[in-house]
């Protein structure tokens, strides 16, 4: 921290923002006010920014992915049938479940932060939960790839299979990535260094893993 | 007294103290910066060795390279190059001059040193997936390096690696198998490390300027960085899941990219049903913007250091950045006039053409504003602003030919010549490296706190100028007679008079190489032994130059942001220290309003 810091001389007044390509600095003005105690809110910002950037690429891996889809079945005499697995439903109920304990900590957690819940009505223990459902619903999908192997459906079997696996197997990587955060935000709140917005990015990216999954459920669903 | 009017700092981190934690697994920008551009200097050496290689063999068929059997004993027998080694030579040539310097070194390798400290922050906000940004792209370097070494060499499909040849493996010759598994390896992991740049210079931009920095105040430089990343987030993202298809494609039998049916070497292929095209698509839809990845930062960077030497601003800031933006969006709707002789529809090249030809309006637009604003002005000749004119000229030298490509009927013939290879080597190869050089020369200072020698500098430019000229522009005249690209020698009778024009091409870049060592060797004793660089040695505005030391301290500017009350570029005005205000001074400017 700086200890001592002087003030420039003030000669101009800061023109008004115009817009918002000329409103001030990203940063400079959230400066969190002085003497506050509780945790600062969006502080810094970059995290939920960040997040949505990664959104974006994300979605944009999947986009290809999905045109690959589309223009591979377009020329294609190979395309056979296929069912998906249906424990592919369940798994998917598990998803969404864990989206909604995750907003329930999410919202305990913020609430308390900006004062309206004076105790903290235990959100860990939605959060492990959480964390739970998105283990189960890995290990779903194991276990659908497991049910479709066992059917002889390998990757290499056909185009609709080779899509199932990526896709799925795409998607998974991702969700284990959303548990590594959500990993870490558990145990960044057992020691009091939870930023709210590390929450909040952690639980956009999250829901958008149910979003994403949603999707290419569909998407398999119709065009596999 | 803690004043809210100045900007309180937030410490992220502590300097480190450990010798690994300062220099080798930094999280400090300024070290990953310097780490990227090491990197890019490497590779480019690496690059430029290649193409002479290429070159020899191009010149005198079959001449002996001493020693060139220590690099592959059956690509050289006899240190003879084999048609196939020529063409695995060129692949790598391609790709680690495509993606291990146009994308590392202008984007990359500035961008993390400098955009953080032009917008006035202490750090990016990720610091430690900026970290791993750099290391997995060395990582993907060393891959890519690695399939010189494996028993049949690396991949010979060209940096396109177009299917089907790069996805039915060794079946379609030396490197087809193992060597494009490292490739497309390599590539995947290249595609992370840049994603995680792009992350970081995106939110670096939006969110971390300093109180007073809005987005018309950021210098050109910074839009040229904050454009490119947007690029790259949605281009690599395309790149990465691709490159995995292809190995899949190798090593899991699916058939992605292969059609049925394919006969080689009259084997015929396991594979069945796939797209050829596919790849294609995917490649290209990244290919166009990864073009414009290479030169936008160099745009940014030229108009940075040009304005800095004209002491006074672009013409019109506004519509400069406004035209690089045009030129990321209109760069994804472009792609396919890679592909008007691929066999896809007819009406998708008039679909494409016609944006193709849009994007010149961008192009020409910033073309024409350097200009003007050069015109009439009295720029300070230096080896920064001499390199930034030449990037200008090899731009417009490169683009003319474009406007030919633009149109398929034209590019039937064209296609798949010497002219698309002077083409892309003037406008994105020479322009993009003489963006670097104009950002070295300027920014050398600093970034290492020393000044380079500007007589060497000078020699130097006008060595490369001219040699780039002698090499690249016969380029044109070789492919309009007709002359074929990616052949390893020129036998056909057609090709024979094109010989003595080979061998001159191929004098003017031995001699265009050597002439890099002019610059090493700068590079080297400047870093070491140049003299003591002041703080702000161009006058230059911007908050680079603002920072307490030079190297800046760990957190750029020794614990305090700056405050920003201008514009980016204040010159040509009477200022209190000289013919400019820099952006963080305080003092009022008379006659000019706050517009750039
Ligand atoms: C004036 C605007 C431009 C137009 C109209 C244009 C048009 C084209 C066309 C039609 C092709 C395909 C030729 C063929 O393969 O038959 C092409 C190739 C290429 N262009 Fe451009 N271009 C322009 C500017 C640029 C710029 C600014 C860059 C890079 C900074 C660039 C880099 C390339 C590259 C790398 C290739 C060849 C890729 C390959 O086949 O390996 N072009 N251009
Ligand atoms: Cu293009």
Redesign the pocket.
């Known amino acids: 921290m700086a200890t001592t810091v002087h003030e420039p001389p003030r000669i101009e007044q800061q023109p008004q923002p115009r817009g918002v390509l000329d409103s001030g600095g990203g940063r400079g003005n959230q400066i969190p006010p002085q003497g506050s105690t509780r945790a600062v809110q969006y502080a810094p910002p970059p995290a939920s920014t960040g997040i949505w950037v990664g959104i974006a690429a994300i979605a944009m891996t999947f986009a290809a992915l999905t045109s690959a889809l589309i223009v591979r079945r377009g020329g294609a005499a190979d395309w056979r049938h296929f069912t998906i697995p249906s424990i592919l439903y369940f798994n998917t109920i598990l998803l969404i479940a864990s989206s909604v304990t995750l907003e329930i900590s999410r919202r305990r957690v913020a609430d308390f932060m900006s004062n309206a819940q004076p105790k903290l009505t235990n959100p860990v223990r939605w959060l492990h939960l959480t964390l739970g459902l998105g283990f189960l619903f890995v290990i779903g999908q194991y276990i659908a790839w497991r049910q479709l192997s066992a059917q002889g459906v390998y990757l290499a079997s056909n185009p609709n299979s080779s899509f199932f696996y990526v896709l799925t197997a795409a998607h998974a990587l991702h969700v284990l990535g959303g548990l590594g955060g959500l990993i870490r935000v558990i145990r960044k709140f057992g020691n009091f260094s939870l930023r709210r917005s590390t929450l909040d990015a952690t639980s956009r990216y999250w829901h958008f893993m149910d979003v994403l999954w949603i999707y290419l459920l569909l998407l398999m669903w119709a065009k596999l | 007294m803690h004043d809210m009017s100045a900007q309180a700092h937030v410490a992220h981190h502590a300097p480190p103290t450990s010798f690994i934690r300062k220099h080798i697994f930094s999280i400090d920008h300024k070290v990953i910066g310097k780490q990227y551009y090491g990197l890019a200097l490497v590779a480019v050496f690496v690059g430029m060795v290649l193409s002479w290689l290429m070159r020899l063999h191009l010149g005198w068929t079959n001449l002996a390279i001493p020693g060139l059997h220590w690099l592959s004993s059956t690509g050289a027998p006899g240190n003879v190059m084999t048609p196939e080694y020529y063409l695995q030579l060129m692949t790598m040539h ?1 790709t680690i001059m ?1 993606f291990f310097v146009l994308t590392t070194a202008p984007f990359a390798a500035f961008g993390n040193f400098f955009l953080p400290i032009q917008v006035g922050a202490e750090d990016m906000p990720f610091p430690r997936f900026n970290m791993m940004s750099f290391w997995v792209t060395l990582v993907a370097f060393l891959v890519m390096i690695s399939s010189f070494f494996v028993s049949d060499g690396p991949t010979l499909g ?3 690696q177009y299917a089907p040849l790069s996805a039915v493996g060794s079946v379609a010759g030396p490197g087809q198998g193992m060597g494009v598994i490292l490739w497309a390896s390599s590539i995947a992991i290249f595609c992370i490390g840049q994603l995680l740049g792009s992350l970081n210079f995106i939110t670096t931009t939006l969110d971390m300027r300093t109180k007073g920095m809005s987005l018309w105040r950021l210098p050109l430089s910074t839009w040229g960085w904050f454009i490119t990343s947007v690029m790259g987030l949605t281009a690599f993202a395309v790149l990465m899941p691709a490159c995995i298809l292809l190995i899949l494609d190798h090593v899991a039998g699916t058939s992605f990219f292969v059609a049925s049916n394919l006969v080689l070497n009259d084997q015929l292929q396991p594979h069945a049903g796939g797209s050829t095209l596919l790849w294609q698509h995917l490649f290209w839809f990244f ?1 166009h913007p990864e ?2 990845i ?2 936008v930062p160099g745009m940014g960077i030229v108009s940075h250091v040009l304005t800095v030497n004209m002491r006074r601003p672009m013409l019109s800031h506004r519509v400069l950045v406004y035209s690089m933006g045009a030129l990321a969006v209109l760069s994804y709707m472009v792609y396919g ?2 592909m ?2 691929s066999g896809m529809n007819p009406i998708s090249s008039i679909v494409f053409s016609f944006p ?2 849009i ?2 309006i961008p ?1 020409t637009i910033i073309v024409l504003i350097w200009l003007g604003s050069l015109y009439g002005s009295r720029l300070r000749i230096n080896s920064a602003s001499l390199f930034a004119l030449g990037m200008i000229s090899m ?1 417009i030298s ?2 003319v030919s ?2 030919f ?2 149109q398929p009927s034209l ?1 039937i013939m ?3 010549t010497y002219f ?1 290879v002077g ?2 080597h003037l ?2 190869a020479v ?2 490296i003489f963006g670097i050089f104009s950002g070295t020369y300027f920014w050398f200072p600093k970034m290492f706190g020393r000044m380079m020698d500007e007589r060497l500098g000078k020699i130097h430019f006008w060595l490369t100028f001219v040699g780039a000229y002698c090499i690249f522009m016969p380029f044109h005249y070789a492919g309009l007679a007709g002359n074929v690209r990616r052949y390893q020698a020129f036998v056909d009778d057609y090709l024979q008079p094109l010989i003595p024009l080979h061998r001159f091409i191929t004098v003017a870049a031995l001699a265009t190489g050597a002439a890099q060592f002019i610059f090493l060797y700068n590079l080297i004793h400047s870093r070491y032994w140049g003299e003591k660089a002041p703080d702000n040695p161009w006058q230059a505005t911007s908050l680079e130059w603002a920072t307490p030391t030079t190297p800046p301290p760990y957190d750029n500017f020794g614990g305090k942001l700056p405050v920003v009350y201008h514009d980016p570029y204040q010159y040509g005005i009477e200022g209190s220290t000289g013919d400019y205000v820099m952006q963080n001074s305080p003092e009022k400017i008379q006659s000019v309003g706050e517009e750039a």
């Open positions: 391609g495509v060209g940096w396109t290919g073009v414009y290479a030169i006039h890679h008007f002789v193709t030809l994007i010149t192009s731009f490169g683009g474009g406007f490509l633009a590019d064209l296609h798949a698309v083409h892309f406008v994105m322009a993009a």
